[in-house]
């Protein structure tokens, strides 16, 4: 199983971007599907965006227009570009391999907090 670290969260002001990172352990060249999930304080995880191995994306109704994932399987990288951010947005990032709905998976990462004032 690849291993998955993200990275790229902080603290930003009301419709500002961030960009943020899920490096992975092995190469992502073969993996079909990423997606980036989040989980915002007493809610449930959910999936934020996913992207194929052929560049196809999908994204939650909340960030559409906002957010893009994107791949770089030559860094075995997954990014996902956040503009127009809003105190909802806040929340930890997550990314995992599959893009499965949240409750699939048993193992989490660490994540990366994105704060975004109200």
């Known amino acids: 199983q690849v291993q998955l670290v993200e990275s790229g969260g902080g603290l930003v002001q009301p419709v500002g971007s961030l960009r943020l990172s899920c490096a992975a352990s092995?190469?992502?060249?073969?993996?079909?599907?990423m997606g980036w999930y989040r989980q915002a304080p007493g809610k449930e995880r959910e999936l934020v965006a996913s992207?194929?191995?052929?560049?196809?994306?999908n994204y939650a109704d909340s960030v559409k227009g906002r957010f893009t994932i994107s791949r770089d399987n030559a860094k075995n990288t997954v990014y996902l570009q956040m503009n127009r951010l809003k105190f909802e947005d806040t929340a930890v990032y997550y990314c995992?391999?599959?893009?499965?709905?949240?409750?699939?998976?048993?193992?989490w990462g660490q994540g990366t907090q994105v704060t975004v004032p109200s």
């Open positions: 995992q391999e599959g893009g499965f709905p949240a409750t699939y998976y048993d193992y």
């Open positions: 092995r190469s992502i060249f073969s993996i079909n599907t």
């Open positions: 992207i194929t191995k052929g560049g196809s994306t």
